[in-house]
């Protein structure tokens, strides 16, 4: 995977973009309140917009009383692809970030380790995957980027989407299929698919002109973009989550006096425990919008959504196991191999090992 550079240009405009909102917000509470710069995901997905947007913009001056004010932006009107982000938080251009293992997986294959893609199919089981490799994860945080995790995630189901009819998995074989983590590339090898690696808002104009032929995203953002108008055929096999993160710059996190620091927290699980809810329900909203109805939304996608058989699912699980895991495990090494075999591996009932030739 290749690296985005982080040109001194392309910071001076992010530090621009912020200028004008927090120099007047400064001036106004600097003797009383810590400032927070966050960034989020992506404006257009209903993550952003019902709960990264309102709790940074919103609540957390609201249970603080404005001994923090905050203010976020989403990443898509910053012109921001996602990979720099976690390394403009180190260098405290942002405060606050929002993302995804694929912003970070780069730095390291241990940031994959809890969204490894077909190998969790029960919201609640991936929870449980997720606080299992909390401490990993938070480590590794301060580690690479001096940052502070705060919060695990998910997005929504991700699921396979195409132009023309997929009816089992063996249908996806010669396909190009965008995908946006290497995990996902693993899974779409394993079925004899070509990874296109590309950032959503590249995917419909790639769809158009045959660039790729299906794309991973999950379920509710294929609605609210519309994305049935362009690949009227969904695949319903799950092939990952799109575990998310929130992680605070240590610097401005050791700024907070502790009473801050644990309001913050607190009011950071409680925003936790909501994603993890509507996601467990989202997926069925979505699905019934994409395809048929009812769609307590907006207008129906008529989508053709085929269900996948045992047999998709029994080839799924072995290339879970033959190819994603013993992939992921020769990118991290023996050390982040057994602490995965002592944490989600315990939860899974997987060891994960190299594959013998």
Not at 309 to 315: E, K, P, V, W
């Amino acid at each position: 995977m290749v690296f985005s550079v982080i040109s001194n240009k392309h910071v001076r405009m992010v530090l621009l973009s912020f200028c004008l909102f927090f120099c007047q917000l400064s001036s106004a509470f600097a003797a009383e309140s810590v400032i927070i710069k966050a960034v989020g995901t992506w404006g257009y997905f209903t993550n952003y917009q019902k709960h990264e947007g309102p709790f940074w913009n919103e609540r957390v001056a609201q249970v603080t009383d404005k001994q923090i004010v905050s203010e976020i932006t989403p990443q898509t009107e910053l012109d921001l692809q996602g990979i720099e982000i976690m390394r403009l938080v180190k260098q405290g251009v942002f405060d606050f970030a929002f993302g995804l293992p694929g912003y970070v997986s780069p730095e390291s294959a241990i940031f994959e380790g809890a969204d490894l893609s077909s190998l969790t199919q029960d919201i609640d089981v991936q929870r449980q995957v997720s606080e299992s490799y909390f401490p990993t994860l938070s480590q590794a945080f301060k580690e690479k980027y001096n940052a502070q995790l705060m919060t695990l995630y998910p997005f929504p189901s991700q699921m396979i989407w195409c132009k023309s009819l997929v009816s089992g998995i063996h249908d996806l074989k010669g396909k190009r299929i965008r995908v946006y983590l290497e995990t996902l590339s693993d899974f779409v090898e394993g079925v004899g698919a070509t990874p296109v690696n590309a950032p959503y808002k590249e995917v419909p104009d790639a769809l158009l002109n045959g660039s790729i032929d299906c794309a991973i995203t999950g379920t509710m953002s294929a609605y609210t973009t519309q994305l049935y108008e362009i690949a009227p055929y969904g695949f319903k096999l799950r092939v990952g989550w799109g575990l998310a993160f929130g992680a605070m710059n240590m610097d401005k996190w050791n700024l907070l006096d502790k009473p801050l620091q644990t309001t913050l927290q607190n009011e950071m699980n409680k925003l936790t425990d909501e994603m993890w809810r509507e996601t467990a329900t989202e997926d069925e909203v979505a699905l019934a919008c994409l395809s048929t109805g009812p769609c307590s939304l907006g207008e129906i996608g008529n989508m053709t959504l085929v269900e996948p058989l045992a047999a998709d699912l029994a080839i799924r699980d072995k290339v879970a196991r033959d190819v994603i895991l013993p992939r992921w495990v020769k990118r991290c090494g023996p050390e982040c191999t057994a602490n995965w075999n002592r944490t989600v591996g315990k939860v899974l009932d997987l060891r994960a090992s190299i594959k013998p030739e």
